[in-house]
């Protein structure tokens, strides 16, 4: 069976790898000239599926967690599983137990827990929520090591052309995300914003997220003195 799958974000990626562990004839199609240069290009790349289930249903959770492990197959050595770390300013508590009500998978730290965990944050919390369950990884190496495993398991790719002749296929699996918003019934926008900090006098081991009633943000740390930040949520059909 001839499989054709638009789109060459995270859920083409994973998809195309699926598909062809089960024996299928894949190709891959984007309109981007590279690979994975849309919405996954900007991701956080926190496999965080107890944190999820804040704002998440049921199914986040369960099919989260065997997700930490399919990425650590798919890209061995790129995936750290070190927890995540929820904080909240001591006037802020009660968003931290607004949040623990919501989740599960955590267990509850100090002060002195939380500095022994990450040794930048000592003396700048009492309380915090530690999920240890948790993993990251960097979406873009992640992204480009699925390319390579499915390049050498011979899973065409046509990047940067505008159409593709889908006549000769089987199946077609639409893996174009954002594109699909206002024609597919269901699917809603949500954009999310980040930036790249870069200094040398923090480091943090896993992601830190800072609860606040109005502004949350998140930390992730990448390569030594690189940081992702990620705060908004913005409901929006637009691709900004
Ligand atoms: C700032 C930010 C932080 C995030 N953090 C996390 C996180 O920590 N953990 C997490 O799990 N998720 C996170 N996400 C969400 C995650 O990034 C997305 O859910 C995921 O990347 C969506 O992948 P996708 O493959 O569906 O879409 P995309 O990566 O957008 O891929 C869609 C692809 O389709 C292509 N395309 C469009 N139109 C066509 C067409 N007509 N024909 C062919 N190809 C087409 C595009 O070029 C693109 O390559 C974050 C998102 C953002 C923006």
């Known amino acids: 069976m001839r499989i054709l799958i638009k789109g060459a974000g995270v859920a083409g990626l994973t998809t195309a790898l699926e598909l062809t562990r089960r024996g299928l004839a894949v190709t891959v199609f984007d309109t981007a000239p590279r690979i994975g240069r849309g919405a996954s290009w900007f991701a956080g790349g926190m496999l965080a599926p107890w944190c999820e289930r804040e704002s998440a249903e049921q199914a986040v959770l369960d099919l989260g967690q065997s997700a930490l492990d399919w990425w650590e197959e798919a890209t061995p050595g790129l995936v750290s599983r070190s927890g995540t770390l929820v904080v909240a300013p001591a006037r802020d508590r009660a968003e931290l137990a607004r949040f623990a009500s919501r989740t599960s998978g955590y267990r509850l ?5 939380i500095a022994g965990l990450e040794p930048d944050l000592a003396g700048r919390f009492r309380h915090g929520l530690f999920f ?5 990884l ?3 190496p992640a992204l480009a090591a699925l390319h390579r495993c499915l390049v050498e398991n011979g899973v065409v790719f046509h990047l940067g052309d505008k159409s593709i002749d889908d006549g ?7 893996c174009t995300g954002h594109a699909q918003v206002g024609s597919l019934s269901g699917l809603r926008g949500v954009r999310g914003e980040m930036l790249y900090l870069a200094t040398d006098e923090v480091s943090l081991s896993r992601p830190v997220r800072l609860l606040h009633p109005r502004i949350p943000l998140y ?5 030594p003195g690189r940081f992702m930040v990620g705060a908004t949520m913005i409901e929006t059909e637009e691709a900004g």
Do not use: K, L, N, Y
Not at 132 to 136: A, F, I, K, L
Not at 219 to 223: D, G, K, L, Q, S
């Open 132 to 136: 240890e369950g948790e993993g990251h």
């Open 219 to 223: 930390i992730v740390p990448r390569e």
């Open 168 to 174: 000769g296929f089987d199946r077609i699996v639409d």
């Open 138 to 140: 960097d979406p873009r």
């Open 109 to 113: 730290v100090d002060e002195e827990e």
